[in-house]
């Protein structure tokens, strides 16, 4: 190889070291501790799907995440740590009546599901999450955010409450097995 040839080989890898650097520096929202929250990618679906099923006993198909991560990849966002992701939010956009004024038509945003790996709670990932999913649904100009949580759920309705979030009804056997839900909601300043 010749020295021309050689020097822009090295260019060119230089080039794309700086390039998949940027791209990684860029999607990095926050760090908590060794945890680094950033938006979701594709190739991130499947250990999403995975700690959903582990954690949670609402599953939903592939194409339901995919659909989601396509329609609103602002607020679907995923905690990693060494490499390996454990935990996700993902929300949707919603246009129906407010849950703070009455008769008023407005867009909201609807955290579907959130959860952490057990071994990496308490440390908080999930609060991180949330407020970064937040600041997304803040970018598409929601009105408000809701959410349904599990009424014996109390890890989950402290860490909402924490963000301002406010237990607005009950929605009664609102899980398959029968369990009653508290609707909770939270509205921009
Ligand atoms: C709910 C969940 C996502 C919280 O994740 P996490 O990373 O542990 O949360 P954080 O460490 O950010 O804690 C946020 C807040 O939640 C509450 N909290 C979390 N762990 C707690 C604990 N062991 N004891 C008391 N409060 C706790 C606190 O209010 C905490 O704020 P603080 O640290 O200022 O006290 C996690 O418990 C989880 O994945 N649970 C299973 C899935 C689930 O229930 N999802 C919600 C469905 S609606």
């Known amino acids: 190889m010749s020295l021309q040839t050689q020097k822009s080989v090295y260019l060119i890898r230089l080039n794309n070291l700086f390039s998949s650097l940027s791209v990684s520096l860029q999607s990095i929202l926050r760090k908590v501790g060794d945890c680094v929250i950033r938006h979701c990618s594709y190739s991130d679906l499947r250990s999403v799907v995975e700690i959903n099923s582990v954690t949670l006993p609402e599953h939903y198909t592939d194409y339901f995440f995919e659909s ?73 100009k929601s009105d408000e955010i809701y959410l349904e949580v599990r009424v014996s759920n109390d890890l989950a309705v402290k860490m909402y409450q924490s963000i301002d979030f406010i237990i607005k009804s009950k929605l009664r056997s609102y899980y398959r097995d029968g369990e009653d839900a508290y609707l909770m909601a939270f509205e921009f300043g």
Do not use: D
């Open 68 to 140: 989601i991560l396509k329609e609103l990849p602002e607020s679907f966002i995923v905690a990693e740590t060494n490499q390996k992701i454990v935990g996700y939010i993902m929300c949707k956009i919603e246009f129906g009546f407010s849950n703070f004024r009455k008769l008023g038509f407005v867009k909201k945003g609807h955290v579907v599901s959130v959860a952490v790996l057990q071994e990496y709670r308490g440390k908080g990932i999930g609060r991180s999450l949330l407020v970064e999913a937040i600041n997304g649904l803040a970018g598409r």
